[in-house]
């Protein structure tokens, strides 16, 4: 089977559409959605609706911070600019969409792949997986052999041996990598609705269980309407310009 693993999705929804249907074009039979579909964009309740739907499809979802400080009241420690989006949100989800985020769970295994926002060590923390160090606290806080992680916004690889060795890449766009069965790997996919890595095309990942192979892959999608969107809704500009330069 063929896994659409989509992260930080972020209310943007011509992100979410062109990653969606560039998945259906690779034949993706399952979509795995590792939280953040709301905040910094214009787009909550579409996305939350869209999200939703595939899961009573058998879609699997996860909870991420933005989705938990919409729902559940943001921690002291989110920056004013996404506290601001956070209350903006809020007000533009109705009583369904606000029980869907908060019903999400935290983590979800499938076989021998587990799926959570931030990390597999305290995922309600929502610490970040900056480098190798948390890479292999994580994977060494599952029983699972592959992780995938949200929460940072750039793509990234992570591995470790069995014995203690770790490695990490950032990998290319469309070209497949093997994940070899003497190794754990942490995959973070980059981010669907916000790229952080200088490209302003969405991230996604495509993981083909039966081949044992991950593929990163990027997609071009109308970030003008995105960034048009922001800018009506009166949100901060800098969320709506750094969908132009994927900073």
Known sequence: MKIAVITDLHANREAVQAVLEHAAAQDAQHHAFVGDFVGYGGDPAWVVDCVRQHVEGGATAVMGNHDAAVAQGARRTMRAEARFVIDWTRERLDAGQLDF??????????GDLLFVHANAYAPPEWGYVEGKSEAVRSLLATRQRITFCGHMHEPMLY????????????????EAIPLLASRR??????????PRDGNPAACYALYDEDAAELTYWRVPYDHEAAMAKIRAAGLPQSLAARLADGN
């Open 101 to 110: 985020l908060d019903r999400l769970p935290m983590t979800h295994e499938r």
């Open 159 to 174: 591995h470790l041996s069995a014995t203690g060795k770790s490695g990490s890449f950032v990998p290319v766009a469309g």
């Open 185 to 194: 790997w942490l995959v973070i996919p980059g981010s669907a609705g916000q």
